[in-house]
């Protein structure tokens, strides 16, 4: 068998046209079949291990995957607000007998893009949250006041953030001047990569968010050395001041002005768009998805690991498709190599004779051809595994740039 292979060996060599020709094609039949397999349990385990992380996501009546692919990844918005209410009763809840502790998620404004950079998603939630998705602040400190924020690594890399910087919000509607104004918000920390939608997103409390919706706003202080025109009426005898509509609210939160800022209406209304609950036992667990079960319940309440596992299933039918495919190359290579072996064996038909007359058995001969099939098996399996890995890691990249 050796003296075979040594053999197989230098005939392969010798016909280097044919052997590169055979083996890349079957490294190529072996490749496809293998990388769609790993790159789908990648994208399987990638887009399933947040999901798996999230025991239950509270929101508004509507789309079950659209609620849960904005709470997991912050990608889409809900077709409606739920209120701090939910929040509220969730606390009252886990007061009595279901333990569990709620995270409000405000998700609806992006910061204002910069020339060749798309503006990242402002995320208006409480501190429970650093904790809930165990993020660590590399740079600065975690988020104390009102319009102070912390940027996820991605944004801080390609936007140039440091902390101490700062960062305008963009407005929902561009085009209407008299709408809500942009609020500077000041970078105090950076936080540690954690390959997951957090690294592109930028972090605030969630009445920072409700400042930029214009529930809460701040005023100058006016007096009688206001700029005047500022000022409808200035009453010198009195000391009184009117002011008119120059006043504006406050488009940046500081320590001169932050005493000034003030909500308006009650605070169980004010608005979120998603809501993650982490029960901690089975029992609250199931008490709040009963409480959400009734067709009466205001908002619902859903188990995100249930939705994305649905939506994986329509998602990966593709899967199927491409093992088709990969079946059919395969029969197609096998039929080409037995064609390239059978042509061959002609070809070599005279120098096979010459070995017969040596004393080389029909046998021998055999081994000859089979250790040769087996050198371009070995080879061509060896080269699908080293592409498969090297595209497995650039796909990781890339399946993380287009999910997160």
């Known amino acids: 068998m050796k003296n075979a292979l040594y053999l197989a060996w230098k005939s392969l060599l010798w016909q280097r046209g044919r052997s590169l020709t055979i083996l890349l094609s079957l490294a190529i039949t072996i490749w496809l079949p293998v990388t769609v397999r790993l790159v789908l349990d990648q994208f399987r385990r990638e887009i399933s291990e947040r999901a ?27 077709p409606a607000d739920t209120n701090m209410a939910e929040v509220e009763s969730i606390d009252i809840l886990s007061t009595a007998n279901a333990a569990a502790y709620a995270i409000p998620l405000h998700v609806r404004y992006r910061t204002q893009s910069r020339p060749g950079i798309e503006g990242a998603v402002i995320v208006g939630t409480s501190p429970e949250y650093f904790e809930f998705r165990r993020l660590k602040v590399a740079e600065g400190q975690t988020i104390s006041l009102l319009g102070d924020c912390v940027v996820g690594s991605n944004v801080a890399t390609k936007m140039q953030l440091h902390p101490g910087d700062s960062i305008l919000s963009a407005p929902r509607n561009a085009f209407n001047l008299a709408g809500d104004y942009p609020l500077k918000m000041k970078v105090v920390g950076v936080m540690a990569q954690s390959h997951s939608p957090d690294d592109d997103a930028v972090f605030t409390d969630v009445r920072t968010t409700w400042v930029i919706d214009g529930i809460g706003h701040g005023h100058q202080e006016l007096n009688p050395q206001t700029d005047s025109q500022l000022l409808l009426k200035n009453d010198t005898g009195t000391g009184s001041v009117t002011a008119n509509a120059a006043v504006l609210p406050y488009t940046e939160i500081t320590e001169d002005n932050i005493d000034s800022f003030h909500f308006h209406g009650e605070p169980a209304s004010f608005p979120l768009t998603a809501i993650l609950i982490e029960p901690e036992t089975e029992k609250s667990r199931t008490q709040i998805l009963g409480r959400y079960s009734s067709s009466l319940a205001t908002a619902q309440c859903l188990k995100p690991p249930e939705v994305i596992e649905e939506l994986l299933s329509i998602v990966f039918r593709i899967e199927q498709l491409a093992w088709v495919c990969s079946i059919a190359a395969g029969v197609v290579t096998c039929l080409l190599l037995g064609l390239v072996v059978n042509l061959s064996m002609r070809l070599r038909e005279s120098e096979m004779q010459t070995m017969f007359r040596l004393g080389c058995s029909r046998t021998t001969i055999a081994m000859l051809h089979g250790s040769e099939i087996l050198l371009l098996l070995c080879s061509a399996s060896v080269l699908a595994g080293v592409a498969a890995l090297l595209t497995l890691q650039f796909a990781a990249s890339v399946l993380r740039s287009l999910l997160f």
């Open 52 to 78: 798996n992380a999230t025991p239950l996501v509270l929101g508004a009546k509507g789309s079950r995957i659209d609620l849960a692919l904005h709470a997991l990844y912050f990608d889409t918005l809900p």
